[in-house]
């Protein structure tokens, strides 16, 4: 692992985001006027608990959905690298595989906390009291990292079946809706929550739920439990995705 | 002078310290497309050596054969003495490939396109800087190399593409086109600079279609047709065996004869 050569892809796709407008819109205006407006439309609802309203219900499923909107960053990028050539050309340097898909990790993550951190402070803006500890907040914030480290899986196995760019975008939202409306802010009932079990977004929420609303005692089994899964899934969809896209996805002759 | 190389199944000996490409018997099958057929050449170090032909006669593919990107149905290929289906790693430090279309990041400027390619090629900060103002100061580049790639004309995006593929100073290079969409002026630069590369032992493998090109820079050239290597020798030697004025005489004279035979 050559650390310079991974800073420098890092660097790269960061640069990506902050230079062209579409990708910056995607990455800092949606979440806070997706949080704004939930906020405003949810803020004055009650939820029948005291001291908690309908929004602060749903923050928990706004920062998750902030981290599955990786897939559709990663799946748009990755092909528009591969269709100008430019996956081509990084494989015929000596980097590794290895070396570029923990760039891509390292940077998503990176995209994923400004993300989180975009939600909160719009959240808090708005109302949103937080429970829980600082240690607790840590826990959460791990979840997050979890979740957008799958969500770059799920982005590379879109980019892998697409040919290009605009259906890279279709075919995230395949990903994206399932688990944005069983495993975020939606809030579930019996049968949407058998579905809800097959996906990752949905362990996510319910631990941050657990967390930062019901500011459970992190003694707690559940929240472990929550986290193995959520880690286990993850660990599967980045295999998966980075081999499928190994064997697949960097063919364009 | 050797013309015409077919089937030549001399097993490769190991003594190829002086040739920086040995290709035998190189196969290319797409399905039922034979893209490249029985090809058999030899590059020696420092050579400039041009791949004409056609297009779709296999030019490309052959150079992605040499640079590792596609293995070959058959045959061995060897570079810097190295075997390409089992050790590429040695390989990519060797080679410098420019794509024919040009492969760059637009968002970064071209500095910075050249600073991330030293990096993924192992190179530490400090020689990246001092590669990249050499070679952004030979092109006179170095202004335009302040700028994003975004606003480039046609010619500035192929003089960054080839540069970002010298910028670890491969001790092979592999210029596919790259000189398709320049002004005169601009060429006629990129030609001195291929020819400094020249001097500094290089080898240089250059697929082109301007025949005045390959005459003024190649020390040999080869062409292909059909993915099979129809002629190869020095441009002098190829216009007096064919008895025409100039090399792309020669082009003419031998290429597409299929399709006026017909077969």
Sequence with gaps: ????????????????????????????????????????????????????????????????????????????SFTDDREQGLLKRISLTPTTSSEFMSSHIISNTILSIVQVVIVTVCSVLIGFRPEGSIFGFLIAFMFMIILSICSVGFGLICSTIAKSSGTATALSFIFILPQMFFGTFIPLTETTRVIAYFLPSYYATESLSMILIEGISLTDLSIWINLGILSILSILIILLGILIFKRYGNKNF | MEMNIKTNNKSVSLDNTNQAIVIRNLVKNFGDIIAVNQLNLEIKNGELFSLLGPNGAGKTTTINILSGLIKPTEGSVFVGGYDIRKELNPIKNLIGVCPQEAAIYKFLTGKENLELFGYLHGMTKEDIKNRSEYLLNTLDFLEASKRKVKGYSGGMLRKLNMLMALIHDPKIAFLDEPTVGMDPRARRKVWEFIKSLKTQNKTIILTTHYMEEAEALSDRVGIIDYGELIANGTPEELIKKFEVKNLEEVFLKITGRRIVEGI
């Design chain 1, 1 to 76: 692992m050559n650390v310079l050569r991974i800073l420098a892809l890092v660097k790269m796709e960061l640069k990506k985001i902050i230079r062209e407008p579409a990708y910056l819109f995607l990455m800092i205006l949606f979440p806070a006027a997706l949080t704004l407006v939930f906020g405003l439309a949810f803020g004055t609802l009650d939820t029948g608990i005291p001291g908690v309203n309908q929004f602060d219900m749903m923050t928990p499923g706004l920062f998750a959905y902030a981290c599955i909107f990786i897939i559709m960053i990663v799946a748009q």
